[in-house]
């Protein structure tokens, strides 16, 4: 799968027929006489990580993915915390705390999430757990192995992680 097609038509590949790439839209013939779907372009980023694993969880690089969902993501180098946030949601990790904290600023009411494993810091770059980005985003994401599929709230392909050894 790339950025080319959709999650919603690569799960519907066995009635695809063809999908061609336009320049604003995507088409995809459908089998059995079904009419056209037209489904919109997005943007999509493709990127190629080393696997970074800890006690059997895939660790992902943070700035990337959050921008990818419409996140600003800010770094406090002295106190060593991430913050990501859009205008409902503000998250805080700080680098080897298996703890994340969760606010809501709509109603400013916050928790604290217990990580799998810490968030890292490695080369510069803020790695978290994969299932932390699903819970505090509300992304769907799809892990394949070899490549991490990160989709909006509407099913939009926002990211893929090319994973290798």
Same mark, same amino acid.
């Given at each position: 799968?790339?950025?080319?097609?959709?999650?919603?038509?690569?799960?519907?590949?066995?009635?695809?027929?063809? #999908?061609?790439?336009?320049?604003?839209?995507?088409?995809?013939? %459908?089998?059995?006489?079904?009419?056209? !779907?037209? @489904?919109?372009?997005?943007?999509?980023?493709e990127l190629t990580y080393t696997r970074v694993q800890e006690q059997g969880r895939l660790l992902?690089?943070?700035?990337?993915?959050?921008e990818a969902l419409n996140m600003q993501v800010e770094w406090d180098a002295q106190e060593r915390? #991430?913050?990501?946030?859009?205008?409902?949601?503000?998250?805080? %990790?700080?680098?080897?705390?298996?703890? !994340?904290? @969760?606010?809501?600023?709509?109603?400013?009411?916050?928790?604290?999430?217990?990580?799998?494993?810490?968030?890292?810091?490695?080369?510069?770059?803020?790695?978290?757990?994969?299932?932390?980005?699903?819970?505090?985003?509300?992304?769907?994401?799809?892990?394949?192995?070899?490549r991490v599929v990160i989709s909006d709230g509407d099913g939009n392909a926002v990211m893929i992680?090319?994973?290798?050894?």
């Amino acid at each position: 799968m790339s950025c080319q097609m959709t999650p919603a038509a690569f799960f519907r590949a066995e009635r695809v027929i063809a #999908v061609l790439r336009g320049r604003s839209v995507w088409i995809a013939f %459908l089998l059995l006489g079904l009419s056209p !779907a037209m @489904l919109p372009a997005q943007e999509c980023t493709e990127l190629t990580y080393t696997r970074v694993q800890e006690q059997g969880r895939l660790l992902v690089p943070m700035r990337v993915i959050f921008e990818a969902l419409n996140m600003q993501v800010e770094w406090d180098a002295q106190e060593r915390i #991430v913050y990501a946030y859009d205008n409902d949601t503000l998250m805080a %990790l700080k680098i080897d705390d298996a703890a !994340a904290v @969760l606010m809501d600023r709509q109603t400013n009411e916050s928790s604290t999430v217990d990580l799998d494993v810490p968030a890292r810091l490695i080369g510069g770059v803020t790695f978290v757990p994969l299932r932390f980005v699903a819970e505090a985003s509300g992304a769907e994401v799809d892990y394949h192995g070899d490549r991490v599929v990160i989709s909006d709230g509407d099913g939009n392909a926002v990211m893929i992680i090319h994973i290798v050894d």
